[in-house]
């Protein structure tokens, strides 16, 4: 019996169900709170490993795209499986890293995805037009203010502001400001006290690894991302016409690693049957950013 339920109704109370049991279970993990969601729900970061290289794994900036969340979890439960079994590895990748994972980064956009605009108290109103009355929230991305945590960071969100949504929308709006979203902001602050030497941001879908902004990455990018393609397929590519992103951020500012995966290829959200499909992958690329 694994600590994680594999369940496609993945919201913020499962997590917090799940991550306590894996606390539980493996005592070397351990789990904070990194700050507060709009509507209150804790964001959670889990840390593990004893190691001075820091590398970092994020999911579900995006409210349809929360599958990235359990994705994450069980590539943890099975290096942390690995750990308690022994396994030369693992064992060598938690001496020589400290690994921190933030697996649900948009909890209230999650929460309205699976449970719909009742969730959303005082935002009721506001989402259910930023969704243009659309009974479902199958298409939404944003967080609970209609605000698209990825489009929020300091990296020329002047450019996303102008040509993106101008209202809160279920994606795309970036916000009155950079960084006005508290999750944004515990990313943000999170990011700039944990000296991460290497991150990735999981998202879908589409199998590509984003890699570049503007030319800022470190010439070991390359050779990494070539290197997570050899193991799990998904193909590189250095950059695309989209700014004030996570990784974007990431790399201008400590010019270091910043990797957006694109898990799996259909049509968001990718079906819960397809779970396994995803893991291999993900989980190959999650071991070789520890490994490299
Ligand atoms: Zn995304």
Not at 83 to 94: A, K, P, T, Y
Not at 210 to 222: H, L
Not at 253 to 267: F, N
Request: net charge negative.
């Amino acid at each position: 019996m694994g600590a994680i339920t594999l369940t496609k109704h993945y919201d913020s109370e499962q997590l917090q169900h799940d991550l306590r049991k894996l606390n539980k279970v493996y005592d070397f993990i351990k789990v904070q709170t990194i700050g507060y969601s709009v509507l209150g729900e804790p964001l959670l970061e889990l840390v593990m490993g004893e190691g001075e290289k820091r590398v970092h794994w994020n999911g579900a900036f995006h409210a349809n795209e929360w599958i990235t969340t359990p994705l994450l979890l069980k590539v943890v439960e099975e290096y942390a499986e690995g750990i308690i079994h022994g396994r030369q590895l693992e064992m060598e990748l938690f001496s020589s890293t400290r690994l921190s994972v933030v697996p649900m980064v948009n909890p209230d956009g999650v929460n309205l995805f699976m449970h719909g605009s009742e969730i959303a108290k005082g935002f009721k109103e506001l989402v259910n037009r930023a969704n243009h009355n659309h009974v479902n929230f199958t298409s939404w991305k944003a967080n609970i203010r209609g605000v698209d945590l990825n489009n929020q960071f300091p990296a020329h969100w002047e450019v996303e502001k102008k040509r993106k949504p101008q209202e809160p929308n279920f994606r795309d709006y970036p916000g009155e400001s950079s960084l006005s979203e508290p999750e944004a902001k515990a990313l943000f602050d999170l990011t700039q006290n944990s000296n991460f030497d290497r991150v990735l941001a999981f998202h879908s879908q589409g199998e590509v690894i984003y890699w570049g902004y503007q030319n800022q990455e470190p010439s070991q990018a390359e050779s990494v991302v070539g290197a997570f393609k050899a193991v799990s397929g998904y193909e590189p590519v250095h950059t695309i016409d989209s700014y004030a992103g996570y990784k974007d951020w990431f790399i201008q500012d400590y010019k270091r690693e910043g990797y957006t995966v694109e898990v799996g290829k259909g049509i968001n959200p990718l079906p819960w049957s397809t779970f396994y499909n995803h893991l291999k992958k993900v989980k190959s690329i999650c071991f070789k950013s520890l490994d490299l």
